[in-house]
């Protein structure tokens, strides 16, 4: 059985901290004022005391002035009695006199003193006052004067029982009045230490949250002091953090992106290294072996005719290859090249239909167009160019008596804005499924018994994905089955910003 740790926490330390302020505060308070009011009852008495010796004195010069022919002595055995009657009268207080010698004269008490005073009256003989005190009793003794001589001792008789009474209920008020401040002041005191230690724990686990990783909607504590300025600003700390582990998390991505791109392009500069070597292989085997044969057979003309025109084809075709090859690469590293502007798509259109209407002819291939005005943002030469491969293409994989249909019609995409869309679609052979996705990869042809046949490299579609999207368009295949392939060319009809760029991949949003 494991046992739970006390916790000696902020709350219980700052709350027995205010415990020990108050009992401080209180014991200090307490004891400065009892020490107050016992001062102020020593002092009024004093001054009573005071005022009854004066009093006495003059009473005493008063009954010896009276009469002149009595020896100080005298005066106080023969009158000494009747003397401390009245002025115990007088005074409200027990008094009794002694002769300078310290013999006892009178009372005005009905019994003696049994208390010794023989050491206080050693003091008044020396014209000093002495007082003495024994339980609830105080005897203050002070010396009688005629003319500036000491004639005796006045005793006065005083009860501090009332004193002592008032002193102790001040006391006892003190000491319940203190425990009761005490205690109300602690639960009030804990109460509101206890309030602001659970304000901070809530932000402390409010930092806890952001450390896992939770990080704040709202402010943890909203309150006009120091800690509401901190939960706020614990809050604009986690969306900071939020922010920029956001941040950070976009980049990381980002650069994770790049890694997959330079290796898919590593693996394409690879294949691409590959693919050509073997595609310029084939035509320079053929000329190498036609070379041989003319060596070998220098005098047979028909031999000669053939090799001849077979050079001359693998010349050709060589040539080709090596020229999309260098286009395709002078795109992705000269952007300058492509110069994009308005232009009238009508005339460009109609030019390329005219210029392979010949080849379709001897193909028993038919062209139809089916075209409409319009402007559209693009590179008149590349626009050209990717529409003559197209057209290209929907001639030589087509079959004996199709057709090639080109066509043009604006459309909106889903922000509205237009965008001229060229469709050139074939009855040819189509393209199947598999080769769907790679049609547009260099080198890649659907059918390579027909690429040798017409000199295909398998450049022509990959060159006209990397113009389209030169111009801030895109090229797609719509729909490919036996009965031919449709492929569409979407270009902006006006400057684009970067925000009207999309891809083909939001193709399916145009209307």
Request: aromatic residues 6%.
């Amino acid at each position: 059985m494991s046992s739970r740790r006390v916790r000696f926490g902020l709350k219980w330390k700052v709350a027995l901290l205010l415990a020990l302020l108050l009992i401080a505060v209180v014991v200090v308070l307490s004891t400065l004022v009892l020490a107050g009011i016992r001062e102020d009852q020593r002092v009024r008495l004093e001054q009573s005391f005071a005022h009854e010796e004066e009093a006495a004195n003059l009473r005493v010069h008063q009954e010896l002035l009276t009469n002149p022919h009595m020896q100080p002595d005298d005066f106080m055995e023969n009158v000494g009695q009747r003397l401390a009657v009245d002025l115990g009268t007088e005074s409200g207080m027990p008094v009794t006199l002694y002769m300078l010698d310290g013999t006892f004269v009178g009372t005005s008490l009905p019994f003696q003193p049994k208390m010794d005073v023989n050491d206080a009256l050693v003091y008044t003989a020396q014209g000093r006052s002495a007082y003495i005190t024994e339980g609830d009793q105080l005897l203050y003794l002070a010396p009688l004067r005629y003319m500036d001589k000491l004639i005796g001792t006045i005793q006065f008789h005083a009860s501090l029982a009332e004193q002592h009474t008032f002193y102790e209920r001040i006391q006892n008020l003190f000491i319940v009045t203190g425990i009761s401040v005490l205690a109300a002041g602690f639960l009030i005191g804990f109460l509101y230490v206890w309030r602001q230690v659970h304000i901070i724990s809530r932000l402390n686990q409010a930092a806890q949250r952001i450390g896992e990783g939770v990080y704040l909607s709202e402010p943890t504590v909203k309150r006009k002091d120091e800690l509401g300025e901190l939960a706020q600003g614990i809050y604009e700390m986690s969306g900071n953090i939020s922010s920029s582990l956001s941040q950070l998390t976009e980049e990381k991505q980002k650069l994770l992106d790049a890694i997959d791109r330079l290796q898919e392009l590593e693996q394409q500069q690879k294949q691409f290294i590959g693919n050509i070597s073997h595609e310029l292989k084939t035509p320079l085997t053929s000329i190498l072996a036609y070379a041989d044969l003319l060596e070998m057979y220098k005098d047979d003309p028909v031999l000669l005719e053939e090799a001849r025109g077979q050079i001359s084809k693998e010349a050709q075709r060589l040539y080709q290859l090596v020229e999309k090859a260098l286009q395709l690469s002078s795109m992705d590293i000269y952007e300058f090249e492509t110069h994009a502007k308005h232009i009238e798509i009508l005339p460009i259109l109609q030019e390329a239909t005219a210029r392979l209407e010949a080849k379709a002819a001897q193909a028993n291939i038919t062209i139809q167009s089916f075209l409409t005005d319009g402007r559209v943002w693009a590179d008149p030469e590349n626009l050209m160019h990717m529409v003559l491969n197209l057209l290209d293409n929907g001639i030589k994989y087509n079959i004996p008596g199709g057709t090639v249909t080109l066509s043009n019609e604006v459309r909106q995409d889903e922000l509205g804005h237009d965008r001229m869309v060229i469709t050139i679609s074939d009855t040819g052979i189509g393209i199947s499924d598999d080769a769907r996705e790679r049609i547009f990869d260099p080198f890649y042809t659907v059918s390579s018994d027909r690429s040798r046949v017409h000199g295909g490299t398998g450049l022509g579609l990959s060159l006209v994905r990397n113009l389209a999207e030169k111009q801030h368009g895109f090229v797609q295949l719509a729909e490919s089955g036996p009965g031919g392939s449709t492929f569409l060319i979407t270009l902006p009809m006006n400057r684009p910003q970067s925000s009207e760029v999309i891809s083909a991949e939001e193709s399916s949003d145009l209307e």
